[in-house]
């Protein structure tokens, strides 16, 4: 009985020191969620005009452009997606994994190559592991993104796109991230990056509007040319941006289970220790009043 009460008050200081952990890593996560909010917030306005300019270049003007002409017959396509460096976040890093395996079958049925650029160490070991081919990797960053490593990224796949097939280059590019909806739900989505898709009718003026003339100076292929970069950076910043508050939030919440299971864990522990100390104690008292008991009938 004694080895049995020693192995529950181990293993309840065991389960309480791992509720620490727990505990503060769900405080670090809850601190940091509100500055990758605030962050994604001040990038938004930005990333929101300049897609305006970038559609209504590629809208008023008839210009073919390599940023919103469509491929005749598309082989490679390039997938970006976002995943965390480190575990104890959830199904965060695997939700975006099902989703980019399931994107992945349809390009394959459709005979098209995909064509991975990754972030994150957890997406980089699932693909490694599968023997997969990896055309750009980036990790140490996932939960605290810089503009430089947007940069980084953007310049790379846009280098990629501009490139021809055959020379290792890609028709299109997709990005898979997970967007922030609120503190419990984040979900993961697919965007197309480029080539830009024009929607019919996001342009068209409300009633009583007058319809905007637009002039490009010194002409619409060299506003393209200078927008391009800039609106991939913004893009892909915008990514990072919202999956590193994602990751956060997801990692607050499952931190969050951990300590409140520890909790019940050690209350259960504690339980089973006192019915143990109380099963040795009144083990020890019939000892003793046994001992005394046959003391009493030797005199």
Do not use: C
């Amino acid at each position: 009985m004694g080895a049995s009460l020693r192995e529950l008050r181990r293993r309840r200081q065991s389960v309480m020191a791992t509720k620490k952990i727990t505990r503060a890593m769900e405080l670090i996560a809850s601190s940091r969620i509100i500055k990758a909010q605030q962050a994604a917030a001040r990038a938004l306005p930005f990333t929101r005009e300049l897609n305006r300019a970038v559609s209504a270049v590629a809208a008023y003007s008839r210009t073919e452009h390599p940023l919103t002409s469509d491929s005749e017959n598309p082989k490679r396509i390039a997938i970006f997606f976002v995943t965390s460096d480190r575990g104890m976040n959830g199904a965060y890093s695997s939700n975006v994994i099902k989703m980019v395996a399931s994107f992945v079958q349809r390009l394959r049925d459709e005979g098209k190559e995909p064509v991975r650029y990754i972030v994150g160490r957890k997406g980089i070991g699932y693909v490694q592991f599968r023997g997969l081919p990896i055309e750009a990797s980036w990790d140490g960053f996932s939960d605290a993104p810089t503009f430089d490593h947007a940069v980084e990224i953007a310049d790379r796949l846009v280098a990629d796109f501009l490139r021809p097939t055959e020379e290792g280059g890609v028709d299109e590019i997709w990005a898979v991230y997970t967007r922030m909806d609120s503190m419990i739900s984040q979900s993961p989505r697919v965007r197309r990056l480029l080539p830009l898709e024009v929607v019919e009718g996001v342009h068209d003026p409300g009633e009583g509007e007058l319809v905007p003339e637009y002039w490009f100076e010194p002409d619409p292929e060299t506003v393209l040319d200078a927008l391009l970069p800039l609106y991939l950076r913004s893009r892909i910043w915008f990514y990072l941006l919202q999956s590193a508050a994602s990751q956060l939030a997801s990692q607050q919440r499952a931190m969050k289970s951990a300590t409140d299971n520890a909790q019940q864990l050690i209350e259960r522990l504690t339980r089973e220790a006192n019915q143990a100390r109380q099963a040795e104690i009144t083990q020890e008292i019939s000892e003793i009043v046994g001992g005394a008991s046959a003391l009493a009938e030797q005199e």
